[in-house]
């Protein structure tokens, strides 16, 4: 085949641009990206061999292998691993598939320091494109197991790459870079002094599975003995997990986290455990400093990977931790596994249950021990990961109360500080019983809810909710420590009981003044509305609606129903203030006139006034507006 010129992607094309033009301040780290993915490919090949005896691959040696021509100035990456087919290399390298690429670029020309950019790259996945910052050009040989045609892809980063199908390629890929003029004032160092090259594999790839190879310098003097040295590896290989802790830095745990989780900032928590006696096995785990923007897509990868006795068995293993604590990245390297597990299996195993409920608890442990020790670590985790945690409080009935107790909420007590559960409780008035709380889009659109008025007027401490999860969350837990988890837009909620100023024959006096309205009232909303009667939550709004006890919510009917399940629209119950002008004159005019036409429409308005106060929408919005309209230019 011919080899043929192709145009990069828009997207891959605006990448090169800003690898070219040096937006890192610490270029080492193309080499650590490079290596990881020699790495990868490595471990794919390893896995592919496992699963298909047929396949015709030697995995016998499987290494990396760095070579340096000082004279040419070029340096290869190099592995035996699974390689690519023509049709790959074009799909992977050409294009940039990931979806997270425009937010990387987006975040690549907002970061201000050197520390912001750092390691940008390998976090979203096109370490690839990394060599552009040192190298003029970069030719890609690539052979993939099994096949006997090799392909050659080759760029200068100028917006066009070439394609060339090769006779004579080895398995696994190659990775050629021409390196550009050493410019120590803009850290672009020697990457053909071999001193550095160690360096920065024993920074970045020390922990790397397979040996990482340098071959020696080519000399005159080598050549004319018959004296070849044989290859360096600059790796040591340990598994960290397996070593014990006090022989394994801080820095050396931080750069697995890199690895394996493709972040280019510290984890804010390392956790170790190891489990002995009839199954055993070492985890390595890290709770990430800030959450991945992808957490809440459908194809969020997990980061947690399996390995028997040190091998490597899969990534992205669902089955050693729940999904709601999918954030967590690290190793799990169990003793007594088949090397033949399959996901299937796994979900199966009765020992990867027992290690998944242990990690479990492990983590939220950690948090815990977190929350008690360091608040400002424990908030920076919470604000990250804390409304995808409180997916467990649904899922996980074992952990439920566990996580309760790690759960953190904004509330009315303080304007920025998050309270516990605990805390609401030991601040609550006297003879309250509930825990009360509202859901909504945004604190500010709560606090400005009619739902809150009474409340805020009795200084009672409300939650204020403002995540998708705790429309489902708070449902399905019900109460904590024998306190129940009380919507203040559901049900009848009257203070008024507590209030000593209030009696009972005062109550029963409006309910009777008002009954005529209030029938009157529900005939003419029937259709929109379940009850209508006086309420005890209003103190300066004229009115507000409210869901029945056990009806879904609006917000949950709507979450439902995005998820594909079609549920019945729950008629609401539309509550009147009695001590709102408003409302007074309305109960005057129904009983004043007989004709009660225009009354009707002031009724229509004032539901959908309620309806617009708790951020929904009328019915029928065009209506709405017209009779609004209508009233308003009368009044003039």
């Not at 890192?24 to 020699?38: G, I, M, Q, T």
């Not at 897509?297 to 931790?321: N, S």
């Not at 020992?351 to 939220?364: A, C, D, F, N, P």
């Amino acid at each position: 085949m011919p080899t043929e010129t192709f145009e990069f992607q828009v997207e891959a094309r605006q990448l090169l641009q800003l690898m070219i033009h040096s937006v890192y301040s610490n270029k080492d780290v193309f080499l650590r990206e490079l290596v990881s993915n020699a790495s990868d490919a490595l471990d794919k090949l390893r896995l592919e061999k496992l699963w298909d005896d047929s396949l015709d691959a030697d995995v016998s040696d499987l290494h990396i292998e760095i070579d340096i021509d000082h004279d040419a100035r070029t340096l290869t990456v190099r592995d035996n691993g699974i390689g690519m087919s023509y049709e790959e290399v074009g799909r992977l390298i050409g294009t940039i598939a990931n979806s997270g690429t425009a937010k990387f670029l987006q975040e690549l020309q907002e970061a201000k320091d050197a520390a912001g950019v750092d390691g940008l790259i390998g976090q979203f996945g096109v370490g690839f494109y990394s060599g552009f910052m040192v190298a003029d050009e970069v030719t890609l040989v690539t052979r993939r197991a099994g096949e006997s045609q090799g392909t050659r892809w080759t760029s200068r980063g100028e917006g066009t790459y070439t394609l060339e199908t090769v006779d004579d390629a080895p398995q696994g890929t190659s990775v050629t870079l021409h390196l550009k003029p050493a410019d120590p004032e803009n850290q672009l160092h020697d990457y053909t002094s071999p001193w550095k090259i160690r360096e920065i594999v024993k920074r970045y790839s020390d922990f790397i599975t397979w040996p990482i190879r340098m071959v020696p310098e080519r000399s005159t003097a080598a050549e004319e003995s018959d004296e070849t040295p044989g290859p360096e590896t600059l790796n040591s290989m340990k598994a960290l997990w397996a070593r014990p802790r006090d022989e394994v830095s801080d820095d050396e745990y931080h750069e697995l986290y890199k690895h394996i989780g493709h972040d280019w900032r510290d984890p804010l928590e390392t956790i170790r455990l190891q489990a002995e006696g009839t199954f055993e096995y070492q985890a390595l785990l890290f709770l990430p400093a800030h959450a991945p923007h992808d957490l809440f897509t459908r194809d969020f990868q997990r980061g947690v990977q399996l390995y028997v006795k040190r091998v490597f068995i899969m990534d992205d293993c669902e089955a050693l931790l729940p999904p709601y604590l999918r954030f967590v990245k690290g190793v799990v390297d169990a003793a007594d596994l088949s090397l033949n597990v399959s996901r299937e299996i796994l979900q199966q195993d009765r020992h990867i249950e027992m290690m998944r409920r242990r990690l479990t608890k492990k983590v939220l442990s950690t948090v815990k021990e977190m929350m008690t020790k360091d608040q400002d670590r424990y908030a920076t985790f919470w604000r990250e990961f804390g409304t995808v945690l409180k997916e467990g409080l649904v899922t996980d009935s074992e952990n439920r109360d566990t996580i309760l107790a790690l759960a953190s909420f904004a509330s009315t007590h303080h304007d920025t500080e998050p309270t516990t559960l605990r805390n609401y409780v030991e601040r609550m008035n006297d003879g309250q019983e509930d825990i009360y709380y509202l859901t909504g889009e945004s604190r500010q659109s709560i606090e400005n809810s009619p739902h809150m008025e009474a409340f805020r007027d009795r200084g009672i401490e409300v939650l204020l909710l403002t995540d998708p999860v705790d429309e489902v969350w708070a449902d399905a837990v019900g109460e904590y420590e024998g306190k129940k988890l009380r919507s203040v837009a559901k049900g009848r909620i009257d203070l008024d009981a507590k209030d000593e100023d209030a009696t009972d024959e005062e109550r029963e006096k409006q309910t009777e003044e008002y009954a005529g309205l209030l029938g009157w009232m529900k005939e003419q909303l029937g259709e929109d509305v379940k009850e209508v009667r006086l309420s005890s939550r209003l103190t300066v709004s004229p009115a507000c609606v409210v869901s029945d006890a056990h009806d879904l919510t609006p917000a949950l009917e709507n979450m439902y129903r995005a998820m594909g399940q079609e549920v019945p629209r729950a008629k609401r119950i539309l509550e009147l203030n009695a001590d709102h002008q408003l409302v007074k004159s309305l109960n005057q005019s129904y009983k004043e006139l007989e004709d009660r036409t225009e009354l009707a429409e002031t009724a229509e308005l004032l539901h959908g006034l309620a309806v617009l106060a708790e951020g929904g929408q009328p019915k029928e919005p065009a209506r709405f507006v017209k009779l609004m309209a209508d009233r308003l230019e009368r009044a003039l």
